[in-house]
């Protein structure tokens, strides 16, 4: 090698981190890493959330499919719970429908990099390529843009990196609990499994695990329902501390729904306890004579609702329960109007359509709503 290029090397690889945790803290605590909080702050970046809150956020890095991903997203959307998958070229390249359903099913997905090299012997250039490669791919396997995390490969990083990234839109995204999972050939014990990351889980945990773990896909399902008992909560990256706008987690609601003494299959999510509804769907199931026109004007930024028109339904409405395991629920921007005056409805945007509070529904068209706990059956009219 030239003795340029060496130099080179050696002068991007200095200050290099190589990202790693101490866990004499005790159990249930957050450990140290080789960044404090604060610092990692200055670049937009974590390894983990508010450690006075019960709240885990679940990521998996993804280098390539051996059989185990679509075991993970089926305990995830049995559990309706988030997570974030860290994605390389690789896998996109050999599983672009797992690729598809991490987004349909609701979950985000993060840029590991093109191609996975250490990223602090790169040049910025060569970062920039690696990171805005990924995305373009990404986009083209699954018509979506890439989440806005990075997680660099190895846990490797300079500064320098960590500006790169924020400067191009990205909150670093390292973790606070992990465990030797990535080697397919020594996998951990059952038992091992849980009880070191039993023992490392705290609150506010960003949680690394590797989607190519076969332990990891066989205790998934009794790791988050252990955690779900210890009154932990799973929310997206999107709510980390500090960031902006953050969106609530939408779970799919378990309810069955009748209006008026029909059955209604509406579409609708649980966001802090109460059942949110398709406004479309609503409006759909209302009988004859008892419902509202809806109205989008994009220019003024309004949803106008008519009382006495009758509103047609349009394709894939009254769709019933979504089939995810959450979703990103976004306050909605544009203003409702009722019969031209401003209605203060509680709403929000999930996956571009309109969820309203169902009592705040019910009470446009005076309507009663009763809940039966034990069929989990919602009565409207």
């Excluded at 008026?260 to 004579?289: C, K, M, Q, S, W």
């Excluded at 009382?307 to 409405?317: I, L």
């Excluded at 009254?318 to 009722?338: E, F, H």
Aim: hydrophobic letters at 40%; proline letters at 6%.
């Amino acid at each position: 090698m030239c003795a340029v290029c060496a130099g080179a090397m050696l002068a991007a690889a200095a200050g290099a981190t190589d990202w790693g945790l101490w866990y004499g803290n005790g159990a249930g605590k957050p450990p140290s890493g080789e960044d404090s909080v604060q610092t990692l702050a200055q670049y937009g970046a974590y390894y983990m959330g508010d450690p006075d809150s019960k709240t885990l956020y679940l990521t998996f890095d993804c280098g390539y499919e051996n059989g185990n991903t679509a075991k993970i997203l089926d305990v995830l959307k049995a559990h309706h719970v988030p997570a974030a998958f860290f994605m390389v070229g690789g896998f996109l390249d050999a599983a672009p429908a797992l690729a598809r359903r991490m987004g349909d099913e609701g979950h985000l997905v993060g840029n590991h990099t093109a191609g996975h090299p250490n990223m602090t012997q790169v040049s910025k250039t060569r970062f920039t390529q690696e990171l805005d490669s990924l995305a373009a791919q990404y986009r083209q396997v699954t018509g979506r843009a890439i989440d806005p995390f990075y997680r660099p490969p190895e846990g490797s990083y300079t500064y320098d990196n960590l500006k790169w990234a924020q400067e191009m839109g990205y909150h670093t995204t390292l973790w606070s609990v992990a465990y030797a999972d990535w080697d397919q050939d020594k996998q951990p014990t059952r038992a091992a499994a849980l009880q070191t990351l039993g023992s490392r889980v705290h609150p506010g945990a960003i949680i690394l695990l590797h989607a190519v773990s076969s332990t990891n896909a066989a205790i998934l399902d009794e790791l988050l329902t252990g955690w779900e008992q210890q009154g932990y909560t799973f929310a997206y990256l999107t709510a980390l501390p500090g960031l902006q706008d953050p969106p609530e987690t939408a779970k799919p609601s378990a309810c069955t729904f009748s209006v008026h003494g029909a059955a209604a299959p509406l579409t609708a999510y649980l966001i802090g306890g109460e059942n949110y509804v398709r406004l479309r769907d609503f409006a759909a199931a209302l009988p004859a004579g008892a419902g509202f026109g809806i109205a989008y004007d994009p220019d003024t930024a309004t949803v106008e609702l008519t009382r006495g028109q009758v509103y047609t339904p349009g394709s894939g409405e009254l769709s019933g329960p979504a089939d995810v395991a959450a979703m990103p629920a976004y306050p909605a921007r544009q203003t409702i109007l009722l019969d031209g005056a401003s209605c203060a409805l509680h709403a929000y945007e999930i996956a571009g359509s309109h969820y309203v509070r169902l009592r705040d529904l019910a009470g446009l068209t005076g309507d009663a709503v009763a809940y039966d706990p034990a069929l989990q059956a919602v009565q409207i009219g």
